[in-house]
């Protein structure tokens, strides 16, 4: 048996979600939307991190190769160096530390740094003063040098590189140097062989007799060595074993501390929580860079103590047995 079907006769009515299914919807909708904006920071944190990560990857074997070489081969490296800061401290004898600031040739003029404030206008200016060892003599003293730089990127984005046009008075635009990564690099030069006490006489440099019997001359990371001066006058083998000894003259162990970003706050320069450490191995004697054969003192940087150096493996004395120069 069929049965007619019912059939309203009002208005036949469209089916659709109700205001309470819509509000339902959009609250979770709302709620992912929340937690999505809440990852997207954080994402964006690693990305940048990573970022910064992978250029100071590229930027440490750079300098290291840069410091092997005394400077030679890269004359673009004063486009991105901003300052470098030297602290010169006495360890061992009387008088207060002193500071030496220079800045790059681009670097706000605006932006104080110590005296004297020398500008480096060449990239052996720049590396004979990284090169500069973290422990030295001079007249029977031994100084502590820590040499920081503030560096803008080799490396990274493209409008953050740096070409001077070669026209005279020439200045990159504030952009170029603010898309740029600043990070401080902290540069200590220390030999890789120390000398042992020596027990011969020391001639005619009586400033030295306290200094023999306190650090024997191979305390403070063998800074007598590294001090060229110093080094003529000794006679003996034992103490001319820096000139006899490949190893003990030649051989020097480079430690790179990378601090990122920097950024400055007022006068004030504040580094992030970024590091990292490059260590290398250099062959070379440090030479002085400044000196003239009629004066033996004019070895020091105008306006400061500092005695800048360079690496130089060119007449290096490989022969273990030959008598000293």
């Known amino acids: 048996m069929n049965l007619p079907l019912h059939r309203s006769k009002g208005p036949r009515r469209a089916d659709g979600f109700t205001m309470v299914e819509l509000a339902m919807c959009i609250g979770i909708v709302a709620f992912a939307m929340v937690a999505i904006l809440g990852v997207l920071p954080l994402g964006l944190g690693v990305q940048r991190q990573n970022r910064e990560e992978t250029i100071v990857e590229q930027e440490g074997p750079l300098w290291v190769d840069l410091i092997r070489r005394g400077g030679i081969g890269?004359?673009?490296v004063t486009n991105y160096v901003d300052s470098v800061v030297i602290e010169h401290t006495p360890v061992n004898g009387s008088g207060a530390g002193q500071t030496f600031g220079f800045r790059g040739p681009f670097y706000p003029a605006s932006n104080p740094v110590p005296a004297p404030g020398a500008t480096l206008t060449t990239p052996r200016d720049i590396v004979t003063l990284l090169s500069i060892p973290r422990f030295e003599a001079d007249r029977g003293i031994i100084y502590s040098n820590r040499v920081?730089?503030?560096?803008r990127s080799f490396s990274g984005d493209l409008n953050s590189?740096?070409?001077?046009?070669?026209?005279?008075?020439?200045?990159?635009?504030?952009?170029?140097?603010?898309?740029?990564?600043?990070?401080?690099?902290q540069v200590d030069l220390t030999p890789a062989v120390q000398l042992p006490s020596l027990p011969g006489t020391l001639g005619?440099?009586?400033s030295m007799a306290a200094l023999t019997t306190g650090v024997q001359l191979g305390g403070y990371l063998d800074a007598i060595r590294l001090d060229t001066n110093l080094v003529k006058?000794?006679?003996?083998?034992e103490e001319r074993r820096s000139s006899r000894d490949a190893l003990a003259g030649t051989v020097y162990n480079?430690?790179?501390?990378?601090?990122?970003p920097v950024f400055r706050v007022g006068n004030d320069i504040s580094v992030g929580p970024g590091?990292?450490?490059?260590?290398?191995?250099i062959v070379g004697k440090p030479r002085f860079a400044i000196q003239v054969p009629s004066n033996p003192e004019a070895v020091f940087r105008p306006g400061t103590s500092l005695r800048p150096r360079r690496f130089d493996d060119s007449g290096l004395n490989?022969?273990?047995t030959s008598s000293p120069p």
Do not use: H, K
Not at 162 to 183: C, E, M, V
């Open 233 to 237: 006058v000794l006679t003996s083998p």
């Open 161 to 185: 590189q740096i070409r001077p046009t070669g026209t005279a008075g020439f200045l990159p635009a504030d952009r170029q140097l603010d898309d740029a990564l600043r990070y401080q690099m």
């Open 148 to 151: 920081t730089a503030i560096c």
């Open 74 to 76: 890269w004359d673009e």
């Open 275 to 281: 590091q990292r450490v490059f260590s290398a191995q």
């Open 254 to 260: 480079l430690r790179l501390t990378f601090r990122w």
């Open 318 to 320: 490989r022969n273990l």
């Open 204 to 206: 005619n440099v009586q």
